[in-house]
């Protein structure tokens, strides 16, 4: 991603810029005189990490990249109580890893102010749920603010470590993939401090705060309880809610007033669709905007009810406002139609889009449809669909090569061990690049949770069925969520094999380091954690280290490990392919690509349908490797069973 100059970040430099929403969130916290911020990368939400981590280096803020979630969500939490203001950034199943830390500081509270955003991402583009996150505000009781637009998310960032001081409790600040990765102009404000004026925080003790024990525990719930209330008032009279009353041009009498309540990025959709409906239709409507929606402005809502005789409640995801605005409905005995998610009107899954919104108000308008304009016909450039692009291990992608051979030392074990029909091991996959695996023609991931689980779910199916196990774990992975788990199978001797697919990075969020490979990336930690030492360290008996690269012996190792009667790990190191082609090239070699000799070759396809890389294509019955997309990795030379495939001369690629 084109990263605008760091001076702009780091100085009072005037004028619009085109930010993202997650650049937004990282200027908006400077300019609150951010002084410390941890994350663990994961998308929608790391590009606020990794410009943290980029303006670190430059003098900013401090900056660490955490082993996961809670510990990120921990380190910044110790910062705040210490009196800086802090921030830690995450995804929204990030949260469910650092949701034990969270209920705890809710209750000790915090001193300098600390948000925690949390990046929500309807429809699943890059994550394996699509859950709600603004349930956690109201979980843990602490504020919730929903920007709509990448001003908003500046706005509401600066904002929220004042709000987060005034209350003495940590600030939610959600946001979704939408909003995340939208671009739009901003007006950036003045800093509060020039920022790389590093602040040392003073920790003062406190043990009837700061140590939940039961009984420090039940006083600070009561604490909370009053500061949510103070909380509800702010946001009454906050700057992020508004209520507008929306007219047709023109004198009209409306049939009735229409009340439209939303929140997040959910508004925009809104204000777009709004702008649409009431040129063509002479309408009334009060729109009610929430920007801070946790602890809900009942009084608000009461106002909001009083001046409308129909509601549509426009969120997405969950249907939280609108039972909040039923239950106040039923409580001042305003019973009028309030239409949303839980009546049809908007889906509960996925995230919204315009035309949706649109939908929705025109069936609030008038459920017949006679009453609403007919849609213009689409043109045959709307009608034009683009063919699927399923995502794809990409050219020269190590985890191929060890998925390659993987698959074949697992028939070999099958075999052996004489499983039924000679079917494979049960193959418990995690979250990264390798999760592709599941695709042909490998179709090596039987299951799938979260971050960590194909460890404990490797050991759950070991200890229970008669099946081998081949588990799948990434090198980042590994140190975020695996480690727990392996130490149980250690504890009990549990044969499980577990593949640790180590690219050198955390590929699959943008390259960011872990602690076993920092790289010198900024943010990165000054030692490197090996993999294997930390295995033998916690006791596996059997550990292997290899290059995927070299098929055969990736293929021995992982048959050998199969066939130990304990637990195994066959660590697979390669680096990530697009950061080893990107190294080339600063140092001006040529990534020369593999060619198919004609002549040899007999098109048997196992280079195709068996290894399948992306950069061998095949047509008319004729092999050939894209030189474009070939990373001149070669291992499809050992792949084919004719040595028809071999790197290309410096003729061939016009050197």
């Known amino acids: 991603m084109d990263r605008p100059h760091e001076a702009f970040f780091l100085s009072e430099t005037p004028g619009r810029r085109l930010l993202l929403g997650n650049e937004a969130i990282v200027r908006g916290a400077l300019e609150a005189g951010l002084d410390f911020a941890a994350a663990y990368p994961g998308t929608p939400s790391s590009e606020i990490a990794d410009l943290l981590a980029e303006l670190s280096a430059a003098g900013g803020p401090g900056f660490v990249w955490a082993v996961n979630e809670k510990v990120a969500l921990e380190m910044a939490a110790a910062a705040a109580a210490s009196g800086l203001r802090a921030l830690t950034a995450m995804k929204h199943v990030g949260l469910n890893v650092a949701s034990d830390a969270l209920m705890s500081v809710a209750y000790t509270g915090t001193r300098g102010g600390f948000v925690i955003v949390t990046a929500d991402d309807p429809s699943c583009h890059s994550s394996q749920n699509e859950q709600d996150n603004r349930y956690y505000a109201r979980l843990a009781g602490i504020p919730l603010l929903e920007p709509s637009t990448p001003q908003e998310a500046l706005e509401m960032t600066r904002e929220a470590f004042s ?79 508004t209520m507008r009353l929306l007219e047709s041009p023109g004198s009209f009498t409306p049939e ?273 954690v090996s993999i294997e030492e930390t295995a033998r360290g916690i006791g596996v008996p059997w550990v292997r280290v290899v290059d995927p690269n070299d098929l055969m012996a990736t293929q021995r190792a992982i048959e050998e490990a199969m066939l130990f009667p304990g637990p195994s790990i066959v660590v697979a190191r390669a680096p990530c392919i697009l950061q080893e082609v990107a190294r080339k090239r600063r140092r001006g070699e040529v990534v020369r690509p593999y060619v198919v000799d004609q002549g040899r070759c007999t098109a048997c396809m196992v280079c195709v349908r068996r290894f399948a890389c992306p950069a061998i294509l095949a047509e008319d019955g004729v092999v050939w490797i894209d030189p474009e997309q070939c990373t001149g990795c070669g291992v499809c030379s050992q792949v084919c069973p004719k040595g028809a495939i071999s790197l290309a001369s410096q003729q061939e690629v016009g050197g």
């Open 163 to 241: 709000l987060s001081e005034e209350l003495l409790l940590p600030v939610l600040l959600r946001t979704t993939t939408r909003l995340a990765h939208t671009r739009a102009p901003v007006t950036p404000g003045p800093l509060l401090r020039p920022v790389g004026h590093s602040r040392r925080g003073r920790f003062l003790k406190d043990p009837g705060r700061w140590v939940v024990v039961p009984e420090v525990a039940r006083r600070a719930h009561r604490t909370l309880l009053s500061r949510l209330e103070q909380a509800e008032k702010r946001a009454a009279i906050s700057t992020f809610n």
């Open 256 to 528: 009735f007033t229409l009340g439209i309540l939303s929140s997040g990025v959910a508004r925009g959709y809104v204000r777009e669709a709004l702008e649409e409906i009431l040129r063509v239709r002479s309408l009334r409507v009060l729109f009610l905007e929430l920007g801070f929606s946790h602890p809900v402005p009942r009084m608000l809502l009461r106002e909001f009810l009083e001046r409308v005789e129909k509601a549509l409640v426009v969120e997405e995801l969950e249907p939280l406002l609108e039972l909040e605005l039923l239950a106040i409905a039923g409580q001042v005995g305003r019973p009028i139609p309030i239409l949303g998610k839980r009546t049809g009107h908007l889906p509960r899954s996925h995230e919204l889009r315009p035309e949706l919104v649109e939908e929705a108000i025109w069936a609030a308008i008038a459920p017949t449809s006679s009453s609403r304009p007919l849609p213009a016909a689409p043109s045959a450039t709307e009608k034009v669909v683009p063919p699927p692009r399923p995502p794809v291990l990409c050219p020269g992608c190590p985890h191929r090569h060890t998925y390659y051979a993987a698959h074949r030392a697992a028939r070999v074990v099958a075999k052996r061990l004489g499983t039924p029909n000679g079917q494979p091991p049960i193959f418990p996959t995690d979250i990264g690049c390798y999760t592709l695996g599941l695709a042909k023609p490998y179709e090596m991931a039987d299951y799938l949770l979260c971050m960590g689980s194909s460890v404990g779910s490797g050991c759950g199916f070991s200890m229970t069925t008669n099946q081998p196990v081949l588990s799948f774990v990434g090198d980042s992975t590994f140190f975020h969520a695996g480690l727990p788990a392996l130490v149980q199978v250690v504890h009990h001797g549990t044969p499980l094999t577990l593949v640790v697919l180590d690219n050198r990075t955390t590929a699959m969020t943008g390259h960011q380091p872990h602690p076993g490979a920092g790289g010198g990336m900024p943010g990165a930690g000054r030692v490197d």
